[in-house]
């Protein structure tokens, strides 16, 4: 009795007194209709945030896929430039050096083309450990006492140097976010293996590194997704993170990192047996789609950055 019922307020909810109620429903005339709409809504109560990724501010290891100077710049050279920049960085004392790598940074940016606010997504994701450097700094460095609590002393230097260990941490991470924003997984793999490829002499395995690297990289969004997946699951069947003293807290995660352990160890097996089943046997005798060539402008951009670094040092 269930089912004549069932057809006939399918077949009059589409019109079935029309000549031809069937074939106006497969030609996307009519919409069926839905008796789940008849129901009363109810309104379930959740716990936690559903909507807001856990490790959506995370942008390490992504790539931002754009045509622009530096994403056409040949891998071996920006990885040579961020290197070069990252040890300018720790070489950097005055303001001016601060400001001249500022100016340097802001300069690949803005030939990335990849917006301000993608690229400082980023630096939530280590704001505790900005804020921890910047506080170990400002209370641990002596000098002249600007400020005294209790046993808590904010002095002159420990002010600058506070200063400093932020704004360094900054650059670091955007300087080394815009190499992995701007190159392939691929392509950093190619550059890696081609640029320290003299080190097969002393026979280093140079290919193996820079494909565990890669892989590296590439895993970090991967397992950052299915952490946020595990996350959401658990919260659907009444886990709490959000509440509570850290410990409460750190105890909540251990049912969101076992399963992504063992996930992590699963999809190592499966990217195993793949690269098997490929008759992957490391990098000798292996050629490449798109061979690494530089051109003028990995020249030009090698040039102006030995400058740059050149100045640093100077400074």
């Known amino acids: 009795m269930v089912f004549p019922f069932a057809y006939s307020l399918f077949f009059f909810s589409n019109k079935a007194f ?3 109620p069937t074939l106006a429903l497969f030609e996307g005339k009519y919409k069926p209709f839905s008796p789940l709409k008849l129901l009363p809504a109810v309104d379930i109560p959740r716990r936690g945030n559903y909507d807001v990724p856990m490790f959506k501010d995370l942008t390490l290891g992504q790539y931002y896929p754009v045509d622009s100077f530096m994403h056409r710049l040949d891998p071996r050279a920006k990885l040579l430039g961020t290197l070069l920049f990252l040890i300018s960085l ?6 001016l050096a601060y400001l001249m790598a500022l100016s340097f940074l802001s300069c690949q940016i803005a030939l990335s083309r990849i917006s301000l606010k993608y690229m400082f997504r980023g630096l939530r994701g280590i704001l505790f450990l900005l804020l921890f450097s910047v506080v170990l700094n400002l209370f641990l460095v002596p000098g002249e006492v600007l400020f005294s609590f209790w046993f808590f002393r904010i002095t002159r230097e420990g002010l600058i140097q506070a200063g400093k260990m932020g704004i360094r941490l900054i650059m670091l991470l955007l300087g080394s976010s815009l190499l992995t924003f701007t190159t392939t997984p691929t392509g950093i793999t190619d550059g890696l293996e081609q640029g320290l490829g003299f080190l097969k ?6 290919h193996e590194i820079a494909m565990m690297m890669s892989i590296a990289l590439r895993f970090i969004p991967v397992l950052t997704e299915e952490l946020d997946k595990i996350r959401r699951a658990q919260m659907a069947r009444g886990a709490d993170f959000e509440s509570g003293n850290l410990m409460r807290r750190i ?3 251990v049912p969101v990192l076992v399963p992504l352990i063992i996930s992590a160890f699963r999809r190592a097996g499966d990217l195993a047996t793949a690269m098997e089943a490929r008759c992957y046997h490391g990098g000798e005798g292996r050629t490449r789609m798109k061979p690494l060539r530089f051109a003028q402008t990995d020249w030009l ?5 030995l400058l740059y670094f050149v100045g640093m040092i100077l400074l």
Do not use: D
């Not at 002499?201 to 140079?206: F, G, R």
């Not at 951009?301 to 950055?305: A, C, E, N, P």
């Open 301 to 305: 951009y090698l040039g102006v950055t």
């Open 201 to 206: 002499v002393l026979k280093v395995p140079v």
């Open 18 to 20: 029309s000549q031809e």
């Open 251 to 253: 105890k909540a995660m």
């Open 90 to 95: 720790f070489a950097a004392g005055g303001l």
